[in-house]
C-alpha cells in the first residue's frame, strides 16, 4: 500500500550531517537535553531562607548517611562524598554504547555560599529516604525584631 512512499533526499540536510556528531561531542559532557542537570550537579539540592534559618534539601537517592560529609567554613556549604555505581554493573557493561546515562556515580563535590550570620554551632543535618534537610539557624542577633510602638 505505502511501497511507492520513499524518502526523498532533497540536498538540504545532507548538508548538515557532520554538524550532529560536533553537537554530540560537546553535549556528551553536559547536559543533554533543558530538563537534565549538568554532569557534576550531584547531588541536586534545593536551597530556602526563612527570618530564622537557611534550609538545604539534598537530593541524593541511593545515598545513606553514612555516605555524605556535610560541613561548613567561611559561610560556605560543603557536601561531599561518594556514589557507587549499580549494583549488577561492571565495567564491560559501562564500555558499551548506551543511549542515555544519566546516573552519576563516583566522588561529587558540591560547595554552596550562605549569607552572613549563619550560626554554624546550632546547624543540624537529618536524613530520609535519600533526602538529606541541613537547617542553618541564623545568630539571634541578626534576626529581624519587632519594635512595639508606644502611645505618646
Known amino acids: 500500500m505505502f511501497g511507492d512512499l520513499k524518502r ?22 553536559g547536559a543533554a537535553d533543558i530538563r537534565s542537570v549538568p554532569r557534576g550537579s550531584f547531588p541536586m539540592i534545593n536551597v530556602g531562607r526563612t527570618d530564622d534559618a537557611v534550609r538545604v534539601y539534598v537530593l541524593a537517592a541511593g545515598l545513606a548517611q553514612d555516605d555524605l560529609d556535610i560541613s561548613v567554613q567561611d559561610n560556605v556549604l560543603t557536601l561531599r562524598g561518594r556514589r557507587d555505581a549499580l549494583p549488577g554493573e561492571n565495567e564491560s557493561d559501562r564500555k558499551r554504547p548506551c543511549f542515555r546515562r544519566e546516573r552519576f556515580d ?39 525584631r519587632r519594635i ?4 505618646a
Do not use: T
Request: glycine share 10%; hydrophobic share 40%; charged share 35%.
Open 8 to 29: 526523498f533526499d532533497n540536498g538540504i540536510g545532507s548538508g548538515f550531517d557532520w554538524f550532529r556528531p560536533w553537537l554530540d561531542e560537546i553535549f556528551q559532557e
Open 148 to 151: 512595639d510602638i508606644q502611645a
Open 106 to 144: 563516583g566522588e561529587f563535590v558540591r560547595a554552596i555560599s550562605l549569607p552572613e550570620g549563619i550560626d554554624v554551632e546550632r546547624a543540624e543535618a537529618r536524613c530520609h529516604d535519600g533526602v538529606f534537610e541541613i537547617h542553618l539557624p541564623k545568630r539571634e542577633e541578626l534576626k529581624p
